[in-house]
């Protein structure tokens, strides 16, 4: 069974930086797409972004688009989420996980970490 194992959040002030990892315990990491999310308390799980496999097209949510970038490195076995600008509005757990196919809907993927929270402060 695969594990996911995220790092790298914190508290910041608004406009700061932050670079979350994900690392996958299983080398067929590869295989597929990899995702982040977020959930703030008392709303739903959003999606933050994607990138596929095996052709790394990236997607976002509309939400973060020109402020966050998601990245993987194989050879390690670890997905990225690098956040620039971050606002309060972007407080939440942050959660990566792994799904089959390209796609931006929760349900779909199948395996998650535990997840690393994420706070901004104005």
């Known amino acids: 069974q695969v594990r996911l194992v995220e790092s790298g959040g914190g508290l910041v002030q608004a406009g700061d930086s932050l670079r979350l990892s994900c690392a996958a315990s299983?080398?067929?990491?590869?295989?597929?797409?990899m995702g982040w999310f977020r959930q703030a308390p008392g709303k739903g799980r959003e999606f933050v972004a994607t990138i596929t496999w095996p052709s790394n097209r990236i997607y976002y949510g509309d939400s973060v688009k020109g402020r966050f970038t998601i990245s993987r490195d194989n050879a390690k076995n670890t997905v990225y989420l690098q956040m620039n600008s971050l606002k309060p509005e972007d407080t939440a757990v942050y959660y990566c996980?792994?799904?089959?196919?390209?796609?931006?809907?929760?349900?779909?993927?199948?395996?998650w970490g535990q997840g690393t929270q994420v706070t901004v402060s104005s």
């Open positions: 996980a792994r799904a089959g196919r390209t796609t931006m809907i929760s349900s779909d993927y199948d395996t």
């Open positions: 299983e080398r067929t990491f590869s295989a597929y797409s």
